[in-house]
């Protein structure tokens, strides 16, 4: 019979401990072992090597210079805020979003910078990044001395172990190897993820999903992304994949196959406009092009009308398939197509509740969120404290992964 990896079980259980605290805290070792299912032998001994690498602090509960009161004060345990800084980033076409937060996941500073990005050499987009990371790093009062871990969220297919944009919209290049360029410019650990995953966690750890470990959220930005929580761990594909929603197939057309994408995504709605839509081509250049489709819309653009319609339709699908395969108790959709309002919502509820199947029609709760900008890149920077949970310490800080 296999046994479990030890040093895997080591960084589940170290894991499991410290978000229970992140989450929880301050709470006693009894409270945690209770809450993580784990042994009080188990949670005194990961506790013990967490107090000595500084990562949690003790504070007592009662007052110990009151003679009268019986009994010793609880101890209790929460993260200490000051253990790690990181770097969190979302990449998009239109825009660069940089904060700094603490272990806790606090947000030090946040820094916007309003960039066309998409189609630039790899060269380009890598000196902007380096330069919003250390302008952000500044704005902290820190150097990048002082970091511990930087994550870049990306929109596209990303391999999160190796680091490897399979693809992007951001990217002319396919298969580009974007993490070793950035540690070896920044000369930190610089991990990558998918801007899904990314917002998936944010929404975990701040968000919508506070009180759930099970959930799914789909983006529906320039593209259609898909984040699977589990046990409160992101689900990932081999290598640490990343799971492009807009390549989902619902059905085959006289010529070929028909993706999400093609019905529902930004350019699939945007742009097939007969008059070429000189006006609204140059919002979408400019990354303005769901606020201006808002504004169409209201005006009764029948064109605008039908792709939003249409677009709804299909996401309404595709989400009733997923709840279909994962029955989450939750699905979160976020993303700049909701800015084109009641026609493409109500579009989207109306074919998620025809293709939900009626034995599961009520176990999934249906959240609309706007998520800012700032919330993304937040959601960045979690997916490297979520790594920094699980690394083992030393005296200099994180071990490198192994």
Known sequence: MKTADPELMRAINRFNVLDTIRRHGPISRVEISERSELSTTTVSAITGALLDDGLILTRHEGDLRNAAARGRPRVMLELNPDAARVVGAKIAAHSMVFVVTNFCGEVLSQLILPIRVNRQSIAVIADLIEDGVRRCVVDAGLSLGDVDSICIGLPGVVEHRTGIVRSSPIFRETDVDFASEMTSRLNVPTILESDAHAIALAHHWFGKARDLDDMVLVSLEQTLGLGVLHHGQLFRGAGGLSHNLGDLVLGIGPKDIVRLSALAGESAI????????????????????????????????????????????????????????????????????????????????EAYRRAIPSSIQTVAELVFDESADETWAQGAAVVALCELYESPWGTTGPAPAL
């Open 270 to 349: 945007l742009g097939d406009r007969p008059d070429g839509g000189g006006r609204l081509a140059e919002a979408m250049r400019l990354g303005r092009g769901m606020a201006l489709a808002q504004t169409l819309i209201a005006a009764e653009d029948n064109t605008l009308i039908a792709a939003a319609t249409s677009a709804g339709e299909a996401v309404g699908l595709a989400v009733a398939n997923i709840v279909t395969l994962f029955g989450p108790p939750r699905v979160i959709i976020v993303g700049s197509s909701l800015s084109l309002g009641a026609v493409f919502l109500d579009s989207l509820r």
